[in-house]
């Protein structure tokens, strides 16, 4: 039987789904656990082959894994961090009616400059990580740690951050990277987006060395019933950087949104 994916929930209330980026896993979210969990149901997800879903060998397909992770948390707001903002995306494209909003964080829907998309990284990044992880796994990994909080005013306590918490649930698995790194060179949503039926926030920091400055604004513009948010002094990971306003911002949003289902859930731990 295969691994389940594990999903854990903090908190009480309306229902927040999040994904986090490559290589790392939902305990990154603690700032925002720490600031919203009083008013909304957090489920953190490990997506297949990272943290307590390590040995998952689940596929990283966006199209199959947002049906799962929908069937698994219904009637939530999803939120999808860098790499993990392409399953929140297409999650809230293909279930728009489980679906009741849609947050991006520095994940934009094509992470390669081309095709007419000059708000991207070069078109070797991904690959030449992908070769130097099967040289050199680990020291690899804290490479892309150090680009990820590279940009931020506070780079050096970021990566200290990330560096504490990336292997605390164990080193992720190396088929899920290689997977990971194939899509964030390959996937491309623009197209998508006008058919977008959900109201989405698109949050990024300014510094940000992976998705520069104005992919997100440029894929909010897109998407109906879209606001896009540039945080001054963040880098690709704006909810360490500037946890109250990532929080501040979530919170507002999720209050915007339609009264749906608010039925109070219980922690779950699965």
Do not use: C
């Amino acid at each position: 039987m295969a691994a389940p994916l594990h999903i854990e929930s903090h908190g009480r209330g309306p229902s927040l789904a999040l994904i986090h980026g490559w290589a790392m896993h939902g305990g990154l979210f603690t700032p925002l656990v720490d600031r919203l969990s009083d008013r909304y149901t957090l489920h953190l997800v490990d997506l297949p082959g990272h943290g307590h879903s390590r040995a998952s060998e689940a596929s990283l397909d966006p199209a199959t894994l947002g049906r799962e992770l929908v069937a698994r948390v219904p009637d939530a707001v999803w939120l999808g961090w860098s790499l993990g903002g392409q399953f929140a995306l297409r999650a809230a494209l293909d279930a728009p009616a489980a679906v009741r909003g849609l947050v991006m964080v520095a994940a934009s829907p094509r992470f390669v400059s081309g095709g007419g998309w000059p708000h991207g990284v070069g078109p070797n990044l991904f690959r030449d990580f992908g070769e130097a992880l099967q040289r050199d796994f680990r020291g690899t990994l804290e490479g892309f740690l150090a680009l990820e909080a590279l940009g931020s005013p506070h780079a050096q306590d970021e990566l200290r951050k990330l560096r504490a918490q990336a292997f605390e649930r164990g080193e992720p698995a190396p088929r899920a990277l290689l997977e990971g790194l194939s899509l964030l060179d390959r996937l491309d949503l623009r197209e998508a987006l006008p058919g977008l039926r959900v109201p989405s926030l698109w949050i990024s920091g300014k510094r940000d060395r992976l998705v520069p400055t104005g992919a997100m604004p440029a894929a909010a513009a897109l998407a109906p019933d879209a606001r896009s948010l540039v945080i001054p002094n963040a880098g690709h990971a704006p909810f360490l950087a500037a946890a109250d306003t990532v929080a501040a911002e979530i919170d507002a949003f999720m209050r915007s949104l339609p009264v749906a289902a608010r039925a109070e859930r219980p922690v779950d731990a699965t």
